[in-house]
C-alpha cells in the first residue's frame, strides 16, 4: 500500500498569504488528485492528473510533483479556502488518501 | 446535472450487515465507475472499493472480507453491503464517480452510519 504524508498537519495563513501544502509518498506514483473538504460537507476535486484544474476552482489553485513529492500551492490565500485538503493516488492499489492538511484562516 | 445520492440506515446494530444504495443521476454507470469511500468522525478519508463501468469490483482488501458492492443499471443504482459491523464502522459513507481516470470529480452527501445496540 502507497502511503501518503501530507504536511503541515494543520497550518493558518493571512488573507493574501500563499500557502503551500506537501504530499509525500512511499512509492513513486505517476499522478496525485487534491481535494478540499469544508466542515460537514463532501470533499471537492480541485487537482486532478497532478497540475489540472478541476472546472469551477479559482486559479490561485495550482498543483505540481512527480514522482514521490506533491505539493498544492494556493497563490493567495482568501477566508473561503479555509477548509481540510486531501492528496489521493491510485498509481497502485488500494486507492489511498493522504491524512489531510487542515488549513484555518489567520 | 450529476448527482450522487446515498441512503441507508443510520443505526445498525454491532455484528449485522450494512446495506446502502447510491442512487445516481445525469450519468450512466455503464460510463462511469462509482467508488464508496468512508470518513469516521473528524479522520480522513478510506477507500472501500469500486463498481467499474463494465461491471466488475474491486475492493480494498482490508475490508474485501465483508464488502460487496453491486449494482441495477435500470434504476441507476450502486448498491454496498458489509457484515459483522462493530463500533469502528460508525462513520460517514460516500459514494463518488469516477470519470474512469481514478479519481472523484462528484460525490454524494454522505450517509452517517452509527453502529450500537
Known amino acids: 500500500e502507497i502511503v501518503l504524508t501530507q504536511s503541515p498537519t494543520t497550518t493558518a495563513a493571512s488573507p493574501g498569504e500563499k500557502v503551500t501544502i506537501t504530499c509525500l509518498a512511499s512509492?513513486?506514483?505517476?499522478?496525485m488528485y487534491w481535494y478540499q473538504q469544508k466542515s460537514g460537507a463532501s470533499p471537492k476535486l480541485l487537482i486532478y492528473s497532478t497540475s489540472s484544474l478541476a472546472s469551477g476552482v479559482p486559479d490561485r489553485f495550482s498543483g505540481s510533483g512527480s514522482g514521490t513529492s506533491y505539493s498544492l500551492t494556493i497563490n493567495t490565500m482568501e477566508a473561503e479556502d479555509a477548509a481540510t485538503y486531501y492528496c489521493q493516488q491510485w498509481s497502485s492499489n488500494p486507492l489511498t488518501f493522504g491524512s489531510g492538511t487542515k488549513l484555518e484562516i489567520k | 446535472q450529476v448527482q450522487l445520492k446515498e441512503s441507508g440506515p443510520g443505526l445498525v446494530q454491532p455484528s449485522e450487515t450494512l446495506s446502502l444504495t447510491c442512487t445516481v443521476s445525469?450519468?450512466?454507470?455503464?460510463?462511469?465507475?462509482v467508488h464508496w469511500v468512508r470518513q469516521p468522525p473528524g479522520k480522513g478519508l478510506e477507500w472501500m472499493g469500486v463498481?467499474?463501468?463494465?461491471?466488475?469490483?474491486d475492493y480494498n482488501s482490508a475490508l474485501k472480507s465483508r464488502l460487496s458492492i453491486s449494482r441495477d443499471t435500470s434504476k441507476n443504482q450502486v448498491f454496498l453491503k458489509m457484515n459483522s459491523l462493530q463500533s469502528e464502522d460508525t462513520t460517514t459513507y460516500y459514494c463518488?464517480?469516477?470519470?474512469?481516470?481514478?479519481?472523484?470529480?462528484?460525490w454524494g452527501q454522505g450517509v452517517m452510519v452509527t453502529v450500537s445496540s
Open positions: 445525469g450519468f450512466s454507470l455503464t460510463s462511469y465507475n
Open positions: 463518488a464517480r469516477d470519470p474512469r481516470w481514478g479519481y472523484f470529480d462528484y
Open positions: 463498481m467499474w463501468s463494465g461491471g466488475s469490483t
Open positions: 512509492s513513486s506514483v505517476s499522478n
